[in-house]
């Protein structure tokens, strides 16, 4: 078989990986893939937005399946566009999208379904914004409704605050604005919750914690994610319960109430509050770098897995785990997540010692004349598999002293929570 990945971050080179494990791939293309993809694939560059030039090519090379990777050409409805050409993709169409593609979406089924999440109220305009700020509670979260790349949610500690996120929200600086959200805080800790789904079967697909902000102790600015590990520490079976019963199989229904399935990888962004989860966001996607950490404790073949999805067969197929423990640290470009500099060489990456238990996969990074440059601002996650998290990050550890790249910088303190 051939499968085509499309994106090129840290989570496609995990599951490129993953597939590679598989018998029956026989060829993989990324689209538009990294220097890590490009060892292991055929590195195509197409914009993943080109649906066009995608489905010619995917025609071209008689690809069998499509992984798509990024929620960008998700919600753009990519999954719709190359199965009117009856070809299988992996991943959730336009109308199931729209659980990241619009916060507000989200929001009205939590409403219509009574899914635990934040109190929140809905504007469409400057004017009715500050009438509500003058007599809203602080802290108070601020959203943009559009997809902003992690960015466009605000943490308001008072009113003149709030102000400023209603100006830059409908001032442009996230794209046009139709509506703002505002939210309660909700206090407790964050946790990523993971299935699989071929439209009719779900299963879980893992749990973990990520590190948002960029500094060390969890402060400073966010950031698509500096460094996760699995499995979360608050996960037990009392509360998995709780998040398929009150959140996952009412969102579902709700989409099915609108005529659509849900195929494909499914974030569930969870805040716990005392053992009860509260539903924060929805990404149709893995998580970046959650699925870094996941992807390398998953035993079963994930082509077997994606074949019973776009067949829907997936209640015929067992999902194995192995039961370690994983971490992922992110090694990010000085500056990140603010301006960085580009194209800068990154040597050393033959000192990285790589087994069964230790991976490496590229995200903002390009290969020219066989030399690695670093291009994003997260460049390089290091994986490591272990009985304990610990060991896990001090072998990550050695490797990035290893690496010594100096024009990068990584959190330290990446799962703090679960180490002593
Ligand atoms: P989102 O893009 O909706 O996931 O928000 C980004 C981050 O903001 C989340 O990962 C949380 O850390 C934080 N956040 C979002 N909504 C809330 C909320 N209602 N209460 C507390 N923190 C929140
Ligand atoms: N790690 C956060 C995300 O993938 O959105």
């Not at 989200?106 to 504007?123: A, G, M, W």
């Not at 590990?229 to 037990?236: D, E, M, Q, T």
Request: net charge positive.
């Amino acid at each position: 078989m051939k499968i085509a990945i499309l994106g090129s971050g840290g989570r496609e080179h995990a599951i490129a990986f993953s597939v590679s494990k598989s018998k029956k791939i026989k060829k993989i293309y990324c689209i538009p893939g990294n220097a890590g993809t490009k060892e292991l694939a055929e590195n195509i560059n197409i914009e993943i937005n080109d649906f066009k030039k995608i489905h010619d090519f995917i025609i071209d090379k008689k690809i069998d399946i499509v992984v798509v990777g990024p929620e960008d050409p998700l919600v753009n409805g990519i999954v719709d566009y190359l199965e009117k050409f009856k070809i299988q993709v992996f991943g959730p169409n336009k109308i199931a999208s729209r659980l990241e593609g619009s916060k507000i979406f989200t929001k009205n089924i939590c409403k219509n379904y009574n899914i635990p999440t934040s109190r929140f109220e809905i504007f469409e305009n400057r004017e009715d914004s500050k009438k509500f700020l003058k007599n809203a509670e602080h802290p108070l979260v601020i959203k943009a409704d559009n997809l902003a790349a992690g960015k466009g949610v605000y943490i308001c500690k008072n009113i003149r605050e709030s102000n400023l996120a209603v100006e830059e929200i409908f001032g442009g600086k996230f794209g046009v604005a139709k509506n703002i959200l505002f939210e309660e805080f909700l206090e407790g800790e964050e946790m990523s919750f993971f299935i699989i789904s071929d439209g009719a079967t779900i299963k879980k697909f893992g749990t973990a914690q990520d590190h948002k902000r960029v500094g060390e102790g969890d402060t400073g600015k966010n950031t698509g994610g500096m460094g996760a590990y699995s499995p979360s520490r608050l996960i037990n079976d009392n509360l998995e319960k709780k998040i398929f019963n009150k959140i996952i199989h009412p969102t579902l229904k709700g989409l099915s109430d609108l005529g659509a399935k849900y195929k494909g990888f499914l974030y569930v962004g969870l805040m716990i509050v005392n053992n009860e989860p509260y539903l924060i966001e929805y990404n149709v996607r893995m998580g970046d770098p959650e699925c870094q950490t996941i992807l390398p404790t998953l035993n079963s073949d994930i082509v077997d897995i994606f074949i019973a999805c776009v067949n829907e067969n997936l209640d015929e197929v067992q999902i194995e785990w192995s039961n370690k423990k994983s971490v992922c640290v992110v090694l990010c470009s000085e500056g990140y997540p603010e301006t960085y500099k580009k194209n800068i060489e990154i040597k050393n990456l033959e000192k990285i010692k790589l087994d069964k238990n230790n991976f490496l996969f590229h995200a903002g990074t390009k290969n020219n004349d066989n030399k690695i440059f670093a291009t994003g601002g997260r460049v390089l996650n290091f994986i490591s598999l272990s009985n304990d998290f610990n060991i896990c990050r001090k072998n990550i550890h050695n490797n990035l002293d290893n690496l010594n790249w100096k024009k990068g910088f990584y959190r330290k303190d990446i799962g703090y929570k679960v180490i002593d």
